[in-house]
């Protein structure tokens, strides 16, 4: 078992290569193999992406970004937090597979994200508490650890 880490961030796209390395070294101790830690990386990234370009849109200040890992028999437990701006709604988007059989010039630039983080991740969670967000998720790698 993994002791329970917190990686700590600014918002920006920059920060976000760094806190993804920093998270990853962190997980070092379980020996993931590189499709278990592609996926802690694409999902970690999309979410992280979408912090800095929707919570914390330019020229807003930039603000922090928290995740918490804990390792369970059942996969990585992970909490990101935020205080930037909250989800339309108060509810996270629901990560349908955009069309992909149209013509080239017709294909979407973005609306990948929450597709793969839905797709990639079990027990995902939004929620707004007071000023902050609050999204949760379990990713099942690092299992025989």
Same mark, same amino acid.
């Given at each position: 078992m993994l002791s329970p880490f917190e990686v700590s961030v600014n918002s920006s796209e920059?920060?976000?290569r760094e806190a993804l390395q920093d998270f990853?070294?962190? *997980? @070092?101790?379980?020996?993931? @193999?590189? &499709? &278990?830690?592609?996926?802690? &990386?694409?999902? *970690?990234a999309e979410v992280l992406n979408n912090i800095v370009e929707h919570a914390y849109p330019s020229p807003a200040p930039s603000g922090s970004i928290g995740i918490r890992c804990?390792?369970?028999? @059942?996969? *990585?437990?992970? +909490?990101? +937090?935020?205080h930037g701006q909250a989800m339309p709604d108060g509810t996270a988007p629901l990560g349908r597979q955009a069309a992909l059989n149209v013509d080239l010039m017709d294909l979407p630039e973005g609306g990948f994200g929450w597709f793969l983080i839905q797709d990639l991740a079990r027990d995902v969670t939004y929620t707004r508490v007071g000023e902050e967000n609050q999204l949760t998720m379990r990713l099942a790698v690092a299992m025989h650890a």
């Open positions: 920059l920060a976000v990853l070294q962190a *997980l @070092d101790p379980l020996k993931l @193999d590189i &499709e &278990e830690s592609g996926t802690v &990386e694409l999902v *970690l804990v390792h369970h028999n @059942d996969g *990585l437990h992970l +909490t990101i +937090t935020d």
